[in-house]
């Protein structure tokens, strides 16, 4: 096997694996020269051997804490830093729980080791101020229970009395998030029982010697020791040890962890009053029958208790000197004996502080706890109390070496028992190698039917009298044959003579050595009873805590059922343990005391010498030597390794095996390092295992500085052509910009340039324009002149000529004059001459012809020619009319023009005569009915036209008479009656409300005789109104249907006055009463056509005014009552 420097430099060989020889002197002197030197710890492979130095050493510090920081194994020297960061560093990249279990005897070192990996883990764990914060509630945890859990020993000035397991607990980063600590059974005798050369729990002393005077006040304690009897006689103080500064420490611990001020005052208040309950001094006193019990020697302390708990007392009085038993339903109060009232005042000062204990442990289980619901990592630390043999061993060692036991048991199977059993499994070729199973030890404790602590339950449940005797007698018969069991009766049974074994005792061959157990109050800590006068009592208290630990006290919640004992409870909590411990990678730290006398440098060969042998650290290197010290899976194994040969990076197609096999065989590992097992790779020495993780860390980081080169290049890459987008923009932009402030400069210069060069032209076109203009100027002056000479030459010969011309014609005008003249002259000469001649010529002629014609006519000749002529004319004129009369048509009045002016007056007289006959003819042709219809609108006109505008409007409608249809209508049957051959007219008409002017609808029949008005629903005639009695009608001017019946007075319907009617008729209704009336009463109707009117209306006068509107077309007529007297008539 090739050696490692850092184990072969240092003093012997670091890893016992090594040693050569191996033999138990070897070994131990092994262990001794490295002791001397201050090499305390040394391996067996990875397990940690370590050797109380029982002084200081200087390998714990920062500097040491960073050569230990993600070291290799086997490169460094020995430490416990290296197995912390092994688990550390396994937990993190290897995601497998880890738990860290330091086993030893008492004193040996385990809560200093325990410490340390803490300490370690917290200094590499990552930082930041909340994974601080965490860190240090952990940390803190640790004092604040060392003050109420630990105390001094003969073995150990701060030996840790209760087990302690905590859990820290990881992210996946491996930064701590919290944790949760477990506690077992803490040895609570002590709190009442002061041995000499040992102490009471820390915090006692510690509260008195560092707390404050106000603070003790407050507490009501003095600060001297001796005063309180739990605390003995001897003197308190510990070398080395400052109880006032630990006290203050543990106190700003508390405010870390979260403690409230209330919460640690009511800590200490409880702390106090179990110190307290050791000064209530009991003693004897009669009972009126007269029988002794016990009863408060001194008040004080009880008062003192009282006040601090918030509780009367009598009642804790009462609680502790009495005992009520329930007995048949009965309730019977007893008086406590004075050994009774030591025992219940003892047990409840027990209690307070082991629930307290609990309490506190809980307490910051709340702070550290994990909230978050993320995957967690654990890293378990177990620091339990170590094997102990004292001079006189109780029920607490018992079951403190029974948890010793078990924990070497798990030692053995996993890393003894187990493994061997592997090798075999695997197909490993394999020696045994033997070793001590302490399997019957743990059955002889534990077996649940025939088992050590079933035993004592059963006694302590039994009915009838329990003493620690009867169990002891029991045990005997039980364990009679067992070879880890002995007592005076199995001794003499067995024949043995031996003095060391008091008759009260008995003897159990741990693991690790025999041990002498007295009986006694065996059954009274495994009951652990409290009078339930007494806990019922501390929940009356006010102080909140006190009251909150005893539950059971609430008499609502009283139970009769027996808690479980404190042996079964215990044996539960170990095997939960031991379940959680197994679930996880164990890594041991096994502790060896050198010397029973606490001081350094001394090392006691015997005494080593016994813990290396129940230790089994002989078989352990031996197991070691000769097994492998890593195994794994294939497949994870495969998954671990693949990135190191080129076969299986990145996939390896085959089967796991083989897959490992080809990776294994392309390093260089010695074959002999390896063991192909069934379903496992075994590699001989951690050292090849390191090497692999070496190889594997340096791969994993080339594999990124891969994955980062590439990313790198892809990042820069994008980079680079984002950058080089953008600086193409920008040049772009820049150009852009550049040419356009170019090309603005060059337009600039070129307006300018051009402006120079418009201006130039300009000038020199303006300086040409105006020479020219001179030049033209000149001209046309020159021109002008020229042609002002010419035009006044040419004027004045011009003039000359028209003079002369002029003179030519007025000579040739005077001439022709002068011509024409004559020659008008000569002509008129020539036609008087021509006429004279012609009439002269005509009468000549004349005169011959008459004179020749003169025998052939008659006298009177000429008047007759003259009159045929004019009848011709006459004849030609009639015959012309005959062809060209105009239509026949009335309404056409066209005639023709006369021919002849002579004819006027005949056309004209001709004209009329011939429209009379036109009229004739067309009356000629007309029915009686139609020419009846003619003279009645002739009527209407007669009496409206040019009156009411109504009337053009009537003229289209033909006037019917019978609206009504009186002869069809069986209804009206009554009307037809009265009017009966008489009938003119029938029609609806309105009658105006004379009243009110309302409307109202009435039927009129007219008859030659009478005007009747009729209601339409009765149709019976209601107003009968004679012809004669009609004296007038008025009507409006407008196109309305209003008209008054003017009655004459005498009448009788008159009486009542005139009717004012509305008819959609009135033109042909009027037209018809001014005929019929005509007719019959030969008089014609009085009709007033005008705007303003008078009625007769009930006798007096009412005036009637016309009003146009300009209401819609159609509507009827609205009447207006104004006042009596005056009426308003809106038509249109
Ligand atoms: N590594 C160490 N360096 C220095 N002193 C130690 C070391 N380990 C233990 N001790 C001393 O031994 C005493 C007992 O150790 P402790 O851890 O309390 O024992 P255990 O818990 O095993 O009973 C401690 O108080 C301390 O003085
Ligand atoms: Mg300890």
Redesign the pocket.
């Known amino acids: 096997m090739e050696a490692n420097p850092s184990l072969l430099d240092t003093v012997g060989v670091g890893d016992l694996v090594l040693l050569d020889p191996l033999s138990e002197e070897s070994l131990l002197q092994n262990l001794k020269e490295r002791f001397q030197h201050q090499e ?1 710890y040394t391996y067996i492979g990875n397990v940690v051997i ?1 050797v ?6 200087p390998i ?1 510090s920062p500097q040491v804490v960073e050569e230990y920081r993600n070291c290799n194994f086997f490169a460094v020297k020995p430490h ?1 830093y290296a197995i912390a960061d092994d688990a550390y560093r396994s937990l993190r990249d290897g995601d497998r729980d880890q738990c860290v279990l ?1 086993t ?11 410490k ?1 990996v803490m300490s370690y883990v917290a200094a590499v764990c990552g930082k930041g101020e909340q994974v601080n914060q965490v860190k240090e509630q952990l940390l803190k945890s640790n004092p604040v229970l060392e003050a109420f859990g ?1 105390a001094k020993t003969i ?6 009395r209760f087990g302690k397991y905590m859990d820290v607990e990881f992210d996946f980063k491996g930064e701590p998030l919290g944790g949760v600590i477990t506690n077992y059974l803490l040895e609570k005798s002590r709190v009442v029982r002061p041995v000499r050369g040992e102490r009471n729990f820390h915090i006692f002393y510690q509260l008195l010697a560092g707390g404050s005077d106000q603070l003790l006040r407050e507490l009501k304690l003095e600060r001297d020791c001796k005063r309180y009897g739990y605390l003995g006689r001897e003197d308190p103080r510990l070398p080395g040890v400052d109880d006032a500064a630990n006290f203050r420490a543990i106190q700003a611990a508390m405010r870390v962890i979260g403690f409230s001020a209330a919460e640690e005052r009511a800590l200490l208040e409880v702390t106090a009053v179990v110190l307290k309950l050791g000064n209530v001094q009991l003693g004897g006193q009669f009972q009126a029958s007269g029988m002794e019990s016990c009863g408060l020697q001194d008040t004080r302390a009880v008062q003192e208790i009282c006040q601090l708990i918030g509780l009367e007392d009598s009642v804790l009085e009462r609680a502790l000197c009495f005992r009520t038993v329930e007995a048949k339903r009965e309730k019977v109060v007893t008086a406590l004996s004075i050994a009774q009232g030591c025992y219940g005042r003892d047990a409840l000062a027990k209690n307070i502080y082991g629930r307290l204990f609990d309490w506190l442990v809980n307490r910051i289980n709340q702070s550290i706890k994990v909230n978050s619901s993320e995957q967690k990592k654990v890293m378990g630390v177990l ?1 339990i ?2 094997f102990e043999i004292f001079k006189d061993n109780s029920f607490e060692q018992f079951v403190i070496n029974y948890c010793n036991e078990k924990l070497q048991q798990g030692f053995i199977l996993l890393t003894l028992k187990e493994e061997q059993e592997e090798y075999v499994r695997e197909g490993i070729q394999w020696t045994p190698v033997d070793f001590f199973d302490n399997s019957i030890i743990c059955n002889l404790i534990e077996d649940s039917a025939r088992g050590f602590l079933a035993l004592l339950d059963e006694e302590c449940l039994r009915p009838g009298p329990v003493t620690d005797q009867t169990v002891l007698a029991k045990l005997n018969q039980r364990f009679a044959q067992h070879e880890h069991y002995e007592s005076r009766e199995t001794q003499s049974a067995r024949r043995i003579m031996d003095a060391s074994l008091p008759s009260t005792c008995f003897r159990i061959h741990h693991y690790a050595g025999k041990v002498t157990y007295n009986v006694s109050e065996f059954v009274e800590k495994n009951n652990d009873l409290l009078f339930r006068d007494l806990s019922q009592a501390m929940w009356k208290a006010q102080h909140p805590l006190l009251r909150s630990l005893f539950p059971e006290g609430d008499p609502q919640k009283a139970s009769l059922r027996r808690p479980p004992t404190a042996g079964s409870q215990f044996k539960a909590s170990v095997t939960t343990l031991m379940k959680n411990l197994y679930a996880k990678n164990p890594n041991y730290i096994r ?1 060896i ?1 050198p010397n029973d006398n ?1 001081v350094p440098g001394e090392f006691t060969d015997v005494l080593v010498q016994m813990q290396v042998r129940y230790l089994g650290l002989l078989e352990n290197v031996r197991v070691r030597r000769a097994g492998y010290a890593y195994r794994q899976a294939y497949d994870p194994c495969l998954q671990r390794y693949k990135m190191l040969c080129k076969q299986t990076w990145p996939h390896w197609k085959g089967g796991a095996r083989a897959g490992v096999e080809a990776l294994l065989a392309s390093l260089p590992v010695p074959p002999t390092e390896l063991a192909y097992g069934h379903t496992k790779i075994f590699i001989r020495t951690p050292r090849t295992l390191f090497d692999l993780e070496d190889r594997r860390r340096q791969r994993i980081s080339e594999l990124a500085a891969l994955i980062q080169a590439a990313y790198r290049g892809w990042r820069c890459r994008t980079q680079y052509q984002l950058m080089r987008k953008s600086q193409i923009v920008i040049s772009a932009w820049f150009r852009g910009h550049a040419q356009k402030n170019r090309y603005v400069q060059m337009k600039r210069s070129a307006l300018l340039i051009q402006a120079y060069a418009r201006g130039w032209k300009s000038r020199r076109l303006l300086r040409e324009l105006k020479h020219d203009r001179r030049c033209h100027q000149a001209s046309a002056t020159i021109s002008a002149y020229w042609k002002g000479y010419k035009s006044r030459r040419l004027l004045r010969e011009l003039k000359q000529e028209r003079r002369c011309h002029q003179a030519s014609a007025t000579i040739s005008a005077y001439w022709k004059g002068y011509k024409s003249r004559r020659l008008l002259r000569e002509l008129k000469q020539e036609r008087r001459c021509h006429q004279a001649s012609a009439t002269i010529s005509a009468y000549w002629k004349g005169y011959k012809t008459r004179k020749e014609y003169k025998k052939y006519f008659r006298s009177g000749a000429s008047i007759r020619l003259a009159n045929f002529i004019y009848r011709r004319l006459l004849q030609k004129f009639f015959v012309g009319l005959r062809t060209g009369l105009p239509p026949l048509a009335v309404s056409d009045r066209s005639w023709p023009a006369a021919p002849y002016k002579f004819l006027a007056n005949t056309n004209e007289e001709l004209k009329k005569i011939f429209y009379c006959w036109k009229c004739k003819k067309y009356r000629d042709q007309l029915t009686p009915q139609r020419k009846a219809q003619l003279q009645d609108k002739l009527c209407a006109s007669e009496l409206f036209k040019g009156k009411k505008t109504l009337y053009a409007k009537s003229i289209q409608q033909p006037f019917q008479g019978e609206y009504l249809g009186l002869q069809k209508n069986p209804k009206y049957k009554a009307l037809q009656a009265a009017a009966k051959g008489k009938l003119v007219l029938a029609d609806t008409v309105q009658k105006v409300n004379r009243a009110n002017g309302k409307m109202v609808p009435r039927l009129l029949l007219l008859t030659k005789e009478h005007v009747i008005l009729a209601d339409p629903k009765a149709a019976q005639p209601k107003t009968v109104v004679s012809l004669s009695d009609i004296r007038s009608v008025s009507v409006t001017r407008f196109s309305d249907g209003f008209f008054v019946l003017h009655l004459s007075e005498i009448s009788t319907v008159g009486t009542k006055g005139d009717f004012l009617l509305v008819s959609d008729h009135l033109i042909e209704l009027v037209t018809k009463l001014h005929q019929t009336m005509l007719e019959s009463t030969a008089k014609a109707l009085d009709l007033k056509v005008a705007d303003e009117f008078s009625t007769q209306l009930n006798k007096s006068s009412v005036a009637i005014r016309v009003v146009e509107t300009t209401k819609k077309e159609g509507a009827a007529p609205v009447c207006k009552k104004k006042g009596s007297q005056r009426m308003e008539v809106l038509v249109h």
């Open positions: 305390i370590s109380n130095p029982y002084a200081p050493l714990y416990i330091i030893g005897e008492s004193g040996a070192g385990k809560t200093e080791a325990s340390q630990n073995r150990n000035d701060n030996s840790s620091d109390y170590g502790c005391k606490k």
